[in-house]
């Protein structure tokens, strides 16, 4: 987990969330807790997301596996950007202008 980003904007109001969509992993909470802290205590949120859209997404995706997904949202709650595929270059450039608005 990387937290340049929050690391670089939260000071001005970014917020990041990290959340393993796998619900299947609930059961395996315990297990999270220890890899974070392993890797060390994480400056953001850290989750599990307790929703179907994994099993939709995962149904649907021709692949391995449709995660991880980058998303943007701005102050007024619209998503601005979604990414399948990590671009810190591109999420670099966009956070600024989302944090001014």
């Known amino acids: 987990m990387d937290s340049t980003f929050n ?8 917020q990041v969330v990290a ?3 796998d619900t299947d992993d609930i059961g395996m909470f315990p297990d999270l807790v220890d890899y974070v ?5 994480p400056k953001y949120s850290v989750g ?11 149904t649907a995706y021709e692949g391995s596996n449709p995660f991880p997904v980058d998303v943007l949202v701005g102050k007024d709650g ?18 600024p202008d989302l944090l001014a608005e």
């Open 19 to 21: 959340l393993d969509p």
């Open 78 to 95: 619209t998503i601005r950007y979604i990414a399948r595929e990590y671009d810190p270059q591109t999420i670099t450039q966009l956070i």
């Open 48 to 58: 599990i997301e307790n929703s179907l859209n994994y099993n939709t997404f995962a």
């Open 7 to 14: 690391d670089t904007w939260s000071s001005q109001g970014l």
């Open 37 to 41: 802290n392993y890797l060390g205590p």
